[in-house]
């Protein structure tokens, strides 16, 4: 638009009195990327279409736009550029948040030696959040082969540790689920049983136990298959109720991050800021949140709106989660609101119904509402139609 007309069209209102819609967002999109954008590797089919209204003439963003999954078994890097491919632009790295994003923020524990489980670049993905000090499922049981006991075929009993300098494991990081449960959930028991050296049972059982942090608790994700699967949720249900069954108490969590953590959204929070100012918008008011899964989703985004509006009434200390795992590294938001939008391509539709027992223990009990979603629409492009009626924006 040329700047005389602009500048016309201000005249116009200062007389007239007409309100006519803003030239720049006040508000950001944060969207989940399977089940909205995806299903397995299939590009659901209204959103290219639908992100072009995302777009300048620059073919850039022109809305604060940020990508949050609960995925977390590849390099941001790398989702950014499977995302581009799938949308139509560039989506830049700094745009993408994956379920273990925020634990670049937990820089107390990089210094641990841990134990990390998941898929993918697993070791690299550690040391970009800041890890230092890792060793994998497969160092554990090379070093302690005896403990790897459930295919005979394989069964060593040999002790160990093989190499006398192994290190003790100070902490477990849950990245992701791998790729077969049986023995990372045996060795993950005995790390905290054994105080993270599993030579041989203690007199006494170590409580509490030392610092787990899980990331992605999906009890359920969508794929191209056409019932929804399992996802990382599950794999830690097992692995508390085993470690409950053998020690009588209850395997408690450092952090849990990844949707529907309040964590979450507060570091896509600081991001989607971030992307707003290298675009020219001074602010983001109100973030719209759009997702297919009531239990991380909605939940998330509805939970991260009850921390917004504490801090608007002066009682954002009394989060449940931030300042307790951030202490002073946490910075109030300016963003006044997170709004839900649920997308049918999913997980879920309308008519779901929200099941506490599927939601991480350590966010239960379950508050009313904090399950249903604010708006209900089909797909992808409803939701950004429907978050452009909302702001007046064209």
Same mark, same amino acid.
């Given at each position: ?13 200062? @007389? ?12 950001? /999109? ?7 954008? *995806?299903? $397995? ?5 209204? *959103? ?12 850039? @963003?022109?809305?604060?736009? /940020? ?76 070093? @302690? ?20 300098? @192994? ?44 610092? *787990? ?23 830690? /249900? ?77 009682? $954002? ?9 951030? $202490? ?67």
């Amino acid at each position: 638009m040329a700047i005389a007309s602009i500048l016309l069209r201000l005249d116009v209102a200062r @007389f007239t009195g007409v309100r006519y819609l803003s030239t720049k967002p006040k508000f950001g /999109l944060i969207f989940d990327i399977d089940g909205v954008i *995806v299903r $397995g590797k299939q590009v659901l089919p209204p *959103v290219i279409d639908s992100f072009k209204r995302l777009r300048g003439e620059d073919n850039k @963003f022109r809305v604060p736009t /940020l990508f949050v999954t609960n995925s977390g078994n590849s390099l941001c890097s790398q989702k950014a550029v499977d995302l581009s491919k799938w949308i139509g632009c560039e989506v830049l790295e700094s745009q993408v948040v994956l379920a273990h994003s925020p634990l670049q923020m937990f820089d107390y524990l990089h210094d641990k030696q841990v134990l990390i489980s998941g898929q993918g670049p697993i070791t690299q993905i550690a040391r970009e959040l800041g890890f230092k000090k890792t060793t994998t499922i497969e160092e554990l049981v090379k070093n @302690f082969p005896s403990l790897d006991y459930v295919n005979m075929k394989k069964r060593n009993p040999k002790c160990g540790p093989v190499d006398p300098n @192994f290190p003790q494991i100070e902490g477990l990081v849950l990245l992701s689920e791998p790729t077969t449960w049986e023995t990372p959930l045996q060795l993950m028991v005995d790390l905290l049983v054994t105080n993270g050296m599993p030579t041989g049972l203690p007199t006494a059982v170590p409580y509490p136990h030392i610092p *787990v942090l899980a990331c992605n608790m999906d009890l359920l994700w969508a794929s191209e298959a056409p019932i929804p699967r399992y996802g990382h949720g599950a794999f830690l /249900l097992c692995l508390e109720n085993l470690y409950k069954k053998v020690t009588g108490k209850d395997m408690t969590y450092t952090a849990l991050v990844g949707k529907p953590s309040e964590i979450t959204y507060y570091h896509a929070n600081r991001m989607l800021v971030n992307h707003a100012k290298s675009i020219g918008v001074d602010s983001v008011d109100t973030i719209y949140a759009i997702g297919d899964n009531i239990n991380t989703d909605v939940f998330g985004a509805n939970l991260y709106d009850k921390y917004l509006s504490r801090y608007e009434s002066g009682e $954002g200390t009394k989060s449940r989660s931030l300042e307790k795992l951030l $202490g002073n590294n946490v910075r109030s938001p300016s963003t006044k609101a997170c709004i839900s939008i649920l997308v049918e391509t999913g997980v879920h539709q309308r008519d779901s119904k929200f099941i506490p027992e599927h939601s991480p223990r350590d966010f239960l009990p379950v508050e009313d509402g904090l399950c249903k979603p604010a708006f209900i629409v089909e797909d992808v492009g409803q939701a950004i139609n429907l978050a452009f009626k909302e702001e007046k924006f064209e």
